[in-house]
């Protein structure tokens, strides 16, 4: 299959793959200052920030089976993954605002927030190409570009930021990164409403959203406090 005929993918597609080009774009631009923010300007040796990032980094790779999990049972596939966004957004702009004073506190907001979305742009996506089995290598192939491009720009130009206005506005252009994440969902998201997970289709449960809600801020305590400990 040649490059043109790559891209010829169904509309609903190019929705996912910006959501997910901006959330990878906050999401390593983060990554890309976060250690020589620990060194730099909180005074951690070597060793402590290196600790740090990888627990920080354990719980970017535990928590999206969690996610994955609340977004086909309980929330829904488009629900989590928003729901998600906005958790990020507040991680993002807390770490902007006030990370030199409490830096655990963000770090687990943003594993929190990167855990409820990341399995669930991919699970859209397979939702999409049900009953279409020859465009969904490509698909995918095109889906995983979004994920270099995003993190290939963002890792290029917050050091920039950082440099020239500082840390804060560096990590403040990665909670921009998820706004246009949630602008290109609310934008286009009438391309998907034929698609999503069961509860997507069904109206939203009071007490399942409270439930919710209480795990996602006890894993957001925990995950401060287990780094904490880091």
């Given at each position: 299959m040649s490059f043109p005929e790559a891209l010829?993918?169904?509309?609903?597609?190019?929705?996912?793959?910006?959501?997910?080009?901006?959330?990878r774009f906050g999401y390593y631009g983060m990554q890309a200052l976060i250690v020589l923010y620990f060194v730099k300007e909180l005074n951690y040796s070597d060793s402590e920030a290196d600790h740090l990032f990888a627990a920080f980094a354990a719980l970017i790779y535990l928590l999206p089976s969690l996610g994955g999990y609340i977004g086909d049972r309980w929330l829904g596939t488009k629900n989590t993954m928003i729901f998600g966004t906005l958790v990020l957004i507040f991680g993002y702009a807390y770490l902007a605002f006030a990370g030199d004073k409490d830096?655990?506190?963000p770090l687990g907001i943003i594993a929190v927030g990167v855990g409820l979305f990341k399995a669930n742009p991919a699970s859209l996506l397979s939702k999409i190409y049900e009953?279409?089995?020859?465009?969904?290598?490509?698909?995918?192939?095109?889906?995983?570009?979004?994920?270099?491009?995003?993190s290939f720009f963002s890792m290029?130009?917050?050091p920039i930021f950082a440099s020239i206005w500082g840390w804060h506005v560096a990590f403040g252009i990665c909670a921009i990164g998820m706004c246009l994440a949630m602008l290109t969902y609310f934008v286009l998201k009438g391309l998907v409403k034929a698609y999503g997970s069961k509860p997507d289709f069904e109206k939203i449960n009071f007490r399942t959203?409270?439930?919710?809600?209480?795990?996602?801020?006890?894993?957001?305590m925990l995950s401060a406090w287990c780094r904490r400990l880091s």
């Open positions: 010829k993918q169904p509309k609903p597609f190019y929705l996912v793959f910006f959501i997910e080009l901006w959330e830096i655990y506190l009953g279409d089995a020859t465009k969904l290598d490509g698909g995918f192939t095109l889906y995983y570009m979004a994920v270099n491009i995003g290029a130009l917050t959203m409270t439930v919710i809600l209480i795990i996602t801020g006890a894993l957001i």
